[in-house]
Structure formats: C-alpha cells, structure tokens
C-alpha cells in the first residue's frame, strides 16, 4: 500500500487532511452567467470528498478579473451561497476544500471591460486565442498604484467571501500567467516604480496579495500556486527571473502558510531559466514548508516525491477527472482509468 500518499498531514496550525493527495484546481466552466456555480458543480466535487484537499477552478475575485466565459466569481452574495452548497457537500462527506482565487490580467479582451483594455502589470501585447470565448487576446494596459492598491483589496475580499461560503481556505491563483504571474516575470513586468525593476520590487505584488489575504482570514488558510518558469500565456523564458523567486520563496519561508504549489502541466520538465531544475525542484530548493508537486505525476512518481519529504504533497488533476474514486483505486493498488478529453462531455 503507497502509505506515504495515503498518510494524513497537518497542512497547517488549523488543516489536517486525511492524505497526501489533492484534486488540482482545472477551470470547468461549472457556473451560469452571473458567476454562481450551478447544480453540476455540488456533484462534481464531492464525489472527489476523499481526496486529502480538493482545490476549486478558478474563482474571480472581482468582475474586472474575468477573462473567459462561464466561470465563477467569489464577489457577490448570490455566488457566496451558491458555493456554500458544494463546500457542505464536500463538508458533508469528510472532506477539505479551498477556493483558487483568480484575476486573470492581460489575458482577457476589451469585450469583457466595456471597451477598455485588460489591466497588467505593464504595458504588453499578447496574441493568444482566449479560450472558448471566441476572441484573441489583445493589448494590456499598466495597473496603475491607486488600482493595485485595489486589486490587493479584492484578493482580501475574495478570501473573507470564501470563508463565509464554507471553503476552509484559499489558494491564491500566482501561476500559469496570469495576474500575479505577470508582476513576476520580466517578459511581462516592465515596471520602474515600487512593483517592479528590482527583484525585490517584482515580488512585491504577489507578496502584498499573500498578506493581506493572511490577514483577512489567517495565514494558516492561506496556499500560493507558482510558476518559476515561463510555460504558459506567452510567458517567456528569462535568466533572472529565478531570482525573483527566490526572493520571494525566501520571504514566504516567515509566513506560516498552508502551502506552495507548482503550477505546471508537466513537472518532468526541466528548465534552463531554473538552473536545470524542475519548477517543483526549485521550489521545494527554496522554501521550507508544505510544497504541492503537480504535472504529470503518476502512483510511482508520486510516491517518490512523497517519499523524500514529510512535507510533500502531489496533485492530480486529470486522473482526478477519468477516476473520481482515484483515492480507493491508490488505497487498493488499482489500475487507473486513462484520461481522454472526451470525457469532458458527460464530466460529472
């Protein structure tokens, strides 16, 4: 029996789970056109309950953080209820479960903003189609100071929404990028104020993020999802972008957060940009605490990263979807069901 996936964890002073394994955050476009997830979501989440976390799609802190049709919002009283019928159901059967709380930045379109340009952390040009939404991305404009100061506050909203919709804690969307990714980078970040042209500096709106959210709801609620490497969104390779992340990892380290967790689709990879590491490599290099490892990873992987760290944790996300009882199959020594994107059709 894999024992060190199967094994509970205190994630923090507040969270113990009942195993190493967490249901990553996929968008599933399980809400209807006011943001409030509908009925499929209540039953697409707690048939995953015994899962030792789950963590949710995507959830948009504010209207303006939209970049896609059809996803969910944390901003206003109907979505709050909405979501605290899938957050008693996953209660219900044993289970934990945390809003990813989500802005999606430069990668949106005008359509979604009356006509004015998707906010950034700079001035950027992206050509990327947008999801299923029928239009490219386009021009980003630079946030600025008086509306980063802003979208500080709906991060902290977002996370005190969460709480009152049942969630045990948020997992804070800096990945894959987005948003908070993009004050990360130096591809997208060309700031020469106090959010950008320094490492230190770059680091300072996603470190400002993790506070105020720490100090809406407690930093032992609290989960970060990073990408150190460009992979994603047009994100392109930089050599001193590792040094943004080292900082920041370093600061995270005084923070008793729940968790960092890679932001990834395949954790095999190593990157040049990170000294020949994986993402989760130099993550797990940098920070001390719980590290989630996710991309890719199958029972045997899985174990081994379990394996050489009491504080690892793995994710999964498309064995997750072709196998909602993926915690009995790993329990029982199973084989798994494989993924096929067919699936998606008839996802319950």
């Not at 479960?97 to 979604?112: E, Y």
């Not at 992979?231 to 590792?242: G, L, Q, S």
Request: charged share 20%.
């Amino acid at each position: 029996m894999p024992k060190s996936l199967l094994a509970p964890i205190e994630l923090s002073s507040s969270i113990e789970l009942q195993n190493r394994v967490v249901m990553a955050p996929m968008t599933r476009r399980f809400s209807d056109k006011n943001g409030c997830p509908v009925e499929q979501a209540i039953n697409y989440y707690s048939k995953r309950s015994d899962a030792g976390l789950i963590v949710t799609e995507g959830t948009l802190i504010s209207e303006d953080a939209i970049g896609y049709g059809n996803i969910p919002g944390i901003y206003t009283e109907n979505q709050i209820t909405a979501w605290e019928k899938v957050t008693k159901a996953v209660h219900d059967k044993g289970g934990k479960i945390f809003l990813q709380i989500w802005h999606c930045g430069r990668v949106s379109h005008s359509h979604f903003h009356n006509g004015k340009l998707p906010i950034s952390s700079s001035e950027t040009v992206m050509t990327t189609e947008l999801g299923n939404s029928g239009f490219q991305c386009e021009a980003s404009r630079a946030a600025t100071l008086t509306e980063i100061t802003a979208l500080i506050k709906d991060y902290g909203r977002a996370a005190v929404n969460a709480r009152k919709a049942g969630f045990d804690g948020v997992e804070i969307h800096g990945a894959n990028g987005y948003l908070v990714d993009q004050f990360l980078h130096h591809c997208t970040n060309k700031r020469t104020d106090s959010y950008g042209g320094s490492h230190q500096k770059m680091a300072k709106f996603c470190l400002d993020v993790v506070k105020e959210c720490g100090e809406q709801i407690g930093f032992d609620r609290v989960g970060l999802r990073l990408s150190p490497a460009g992979h994603m969104a047009e994100i392109e390779a930089h050599p001193d972008d590792k040094f943004v992340f080292a900082h920041l990892l370093g600061e995270l380290n005084a923070m008793a957060l729940c968790y960092v967790h890679t932001g990834n689709f395949d954790d095999s990879v190593v990157f040049t940009e990170l000294d020949g590491m994986t993402m989760t490599g130099f993550i797990r290099k940098h920070y001390k605490a719980n590290v989630i490892a996710s991309g890719g990873y199958d029972i045997s992987t899985a174990l081994e990263f379990c394996d050489e760290n009491c504080n690892n944790l793995v994710a999964f996300g498309r064995p997750f979807l072709a196998n909602p009882n993926l915690i009995t199959l790993i329990q029982t020594e199973q084989k798994w069901i494989e993924y096929n994107k067919q699936m998606l059709e008839t996802l319950e």
